[in-house]
C-alpha cells in the first residue's frame, strides 16, 4: 500500500516569504503531482514530476526519487496563492492499471 | 481546458433516495475515477476505472457503485443514501503517456443528505 505524507498541514506566512511543503511517499511511483485547490474551488495540476525539478512562475517542484520525497516551493508569496495544495502519486497496480493516492494536504495562507 | 464535467453540480436529497452523479469527458482518457472530500480527510478513492466496464474498488466504496458503459461517462450511485454521504465528490481523469500521466478533475459534485 502506498502512503502519501504531507507537511505541515497547515501553515500560515506573511506576504514575501518563501514557502517550502514537502511530500513522502511510500513506493516506487511512475509520477508525482502536485495540485491546487483555492477555497470553494476546483482542483487544478500545478505540475507532473517523474524526475527533477519543475519551475512555472513563482512556483519550484522537485523530486528525489531515491528518497522518495518531493518539495513544491513557492518564492515570493502572496495572498493569491492562498490555497490548498495537495501531492498524488500515481503508480502501477500489480494488475497492471493506474491508481493515484493522495495526501491529505496543506493548508496555505498568505496574508498581506 | 480539460472536457470533464460533472452532473448534477449540486442536490440535497432524502436519506434513503438512490442518487447518481455522472462524470463525462471528451479527452478520450482510459482512467476515471471517484473521490470524496471531506474535511480532515482530503480526497479518498470511492472507486476508480481503467476501461470500459473495468471497475475496481477505493479506500471508501461501501454504500457506493459505478458503471462505465461507454469511454466518456463514469457514474457514481448511491444506492440509498444516508446522512454520513454528504460530502463534495470529484470526479477525475488520467492518462498515461512516455513522458509521464496526466490527471484532470471535474468541478466537484455537493451532495447533502438530509
Known amino acids: 500500500k502506498n502512503e502519501v505524507e504531507q507537511s505541515p498541514q497547515n501553515l500560515t506566512a506573511q506576504e514575501g516569504e518563501f514557502i517550502t511543503i514537502n511530500c513522502s511517499y511510500s513506493v516506487g511511483i511512475s509520477a508525482l503531482h502536485w495540485l491546487q485547490q483555492h477555497p470553494g474551488g476546483g482542483i487544478v495540476s500545478l505540475f507532473m514530476l517523474s524526475s527533477g525539478k519543475k519551475k512555472h512562475g513563482r512556483l519550484i517542484a522537485t523530486i528525489n526519487i531515491q528518497e522518495k520525497h518531493s518539495s513544491l516551493h513557492i518564492t515570493a508569496s502572496h495572498p493569491r496563492d492562498s490555497a490548498v495544495y495537495i501531492c498524488a502519486v500515481s503508480f502501477i497496480t500489480q494488475g497492471g492499471s493506474e491508481k493515484l493516492v493522495f495526501g491529505k494536504g496543506t493548508k496555505l495562507t498568505v496574508n498581506p | ?114
Open chain 2, 1 to 114: 481546458d480539460a472536457g470533464i464535467t460533472q452532473s448534477p453540480r449540486h442536490k440535497v436529497t432524502e436519506t434513503g433516495t438512490p442518487v447518481t452523479l455522472r462524470c463525462h469527458q471528451t479527452e478520450n482518457h482510459r482512467y476515471m475515477y471517484w473521490y470524496r472530500q471531506d474535511p480532515g480527510h482530503g480526497l479518498r478513492l470511492i472507486h476508480y476505472s481503467y476501461g470500459v466496464k473495468d471497475t475496481d474498488k477505493g479506500e471508501v466504496s461501501d454504500g457506493y457503485s459505478v458503471s462505465r458503459s461507454k469511454t466518456e461517462d463514469f457514474l457514481l450511485t448511491l444506492e440509498s443514501a444516508t446522512s454520513s454521504q454528504t460530502s463534495v465528490y470529484f470526479c477525475a481523469i488520467s492518462e498515461f503517456y512516455v513522458s509521464g500521466n496526466t490527471i484532470y478533475f471535474g468541478e466537484g459534485s455537493w451532495l447533502t443528505v438530509v
